[in-house]
């Protein structure tokens, strides 16, 4: 038996996308995936954009099942990251299904459809820098400018907030950073070394703190709660200099609950001791 499934129903475009596998080994038998004919097995997706088209595999990104072992009667969850294997670069809607293969069983045995979006959302607010001029360098680094944007995209009932860090050629990163909450705003600010900082609010009394380089990097993530104080953003126009001002530090899991815990299964909760990760 096997089942697909994903932790979200809609994601950002160039998002990385995780499928689970299900496999159950009702065959009676063990079932060892190796390099001998007879053992010869394969798991592949099939992937259609909105028009039924297929959305073929990319060049050299085969996933292997080699050295995976099933005994009778067990079930093991992979993780695969769907778009390192398929061009998932266009927006709309997927229509995924995988299936399976052994050279033992007589069948080809496939998934149920499962449906997803890939959206590139709204942008609330965006920002262009350049890269700044460093003494050291550690590694090579494209001197093109970044554009830093906060976009939202509503999934069900929620809508959540992403950052995403292009220039004219490259995607250098997208993440979720967190939900809309009511009427609270945000705040973002540039500094003098074309970092990102970020005030989000989690709760109408608790703030989330991120910090982002030019490279899509995160640089430093803190929660903050309202006391005599509020958390805010405070920014120099004589040196550009950035700063987290006031609150006090908040806990997650004991001053409040973290958005992404409420009723959604996160990869790190699917991956267990029992997993095989691509």
Same mark, same amino acid.
């Given at each position: ?19 689970? #596998? ?8 063990? /079932? ?5 004919? $007879? ?7 099939? +992937? ?49 299904? $995988?299936?399976?293969?052994? @050279? ?17 959302? @709204? ?7 350049? +890269? ?47 939900? #809309? #909450? ?5 705040? $973002? ?10 005030? /989000? ?69 699917? /991956? ?7």
């Amino acid at each position: 038996a096997i089942n697909l499934s994903f932790n979200r129903d809609v994601y950002m475009l160039f998002e990385h996308i995780y499928a689970c #596998v299900t496999l159950r080994n009702d065959s009676g038998r063990p /079932l060892l995936f190796g390099g001998d004919p $007879a053992l010869q097995g394969f798991l592949l997706f099939d +992937v259609r954009d909105s028009r039924n088209r297929p959305v073929y595999a990319r060049r050299d990104s085969e996933i292997s099942m080699t050295g995976l072992m099933l005994a009778p009667g067990e079930v093991r969850r992979m993780i695969f990251r769907l778009d390192k294997h398929y061009n998932l670069s266009r927006t709309g809607r997927y229509r995924i299904h $995988a299936y399976v293969s052994h @050279n033992l069983l007589k069948s080809e045995f496939r998934s149920k459809d499962v449906e997803i979006d890939i959206s590139k959302g @709204n942008t609330v607010w965006s920002r262009s820098v350049g +890269v700044p001029d460093l003494e050291e360098k550690k590694k090579k680094i494209d001197r093109e400018e970044r554009t830093y944007s906060l976009r939202t995209l509503t999934e069900k009932k929620n809508i959540g907030y992403y950052l995403v860090v292009e220039g004219e050629k490259n995607i250098y990163g997208v993440c979720r950073v967190g939900h #809309v #909450v009511g009427y609270e705003k945000f705040q $973002a600010e540039v500094d003098m070394l074309s970092r990102l900082h970020l005030l /989000l609010p989690v709760t109408s009394r608790i703030f989330h703190y991120l910090a982002f380089n030019y490279e899509g990097e995160t640089l430093e993530s803190s929660y903050w709660r309202v006391s005599e104080t509020v958390p805010a953003l405070i920014r120099s126009d004589k040196n550009g200099y950035v700063k987290r001002m006031g609150g006090v530090p908040a806990r997650p899991g004991i001053d409040f609950v973290l958005p992404d815990r409420i009723g959604r299964i996160s990869v790190s909760q699917i /991956l267990d001791e029992s997993v095989r990760s691509k």
